[in-house]
């Protein structure tokens, strides 16, 4: 039996959701990133983030740099919701990333993880809006839960 694929370009796809995505390994990032660069039409992409005490953080840290020259040629990607935030380095360098090459986008929706992030959250949000963006129209929010 043939093992199924997943298509060079999923030109159907408009929402997608991502559900335990661990930003601190390369293949979690890596995958991500395959689907938001295949996917031509997709307008809104839900990343809730996942935080594994296994993950090599030296590696995905080295992936992150080599990502600076990379373009996400996703063109009508108009919103990010990001879930279970804490902070972490990776999760900030992928917001950092996704903020510096999403033309289009118009929000960005971070929700902090309420059990972890406790009184880091302005920490969070202070670090993201300094990240230079692509859309000169990009809103920033920030879900505070206190």
């Known amino acids: 039996m043939a093992a199924v694929g997943i298509p060079a370009s999923l030109s159907h796809l408009k929402y997608l959701k991502l559900s335990e995505i661990c930003f601190g390994l390369t293949m979690d990032v890596k995958f991500a990133l395959f689907l938001i660069r295949n996917s031509p039409n997709l307008q809104k992409i839900t990343i809730e983030a996942f ?38 380095l990776p999760e900030l360098m992928f917001v950092k990333f996704l903020l510096a090459t999403l033309p289009m986008l ?22 993201v809006i300094r990240f230079r963006r692509a859309s000169s129209c990009a809103e920033i929010m920030f879900k505070d839960f206190y």
């Open 51 to 88: 935080v594994s005490t296994e993950a090599v953080k030296g590696s995905v840290l080295g992936f992150y740099d080599t990502l600076s020259n990379t373009k996400v040629s996703c063109f009508r990607l108009r919103e990010v919701v990001m879930r279970c935030m804490t902070g972490t």
């Open 106 to 127: 118009e929000k960005m929706l971070i929700e902090p993880n309420p059990a972890k992030v406790n009184d880091r959250g302005l920490e969070i949000l202070k670090e």
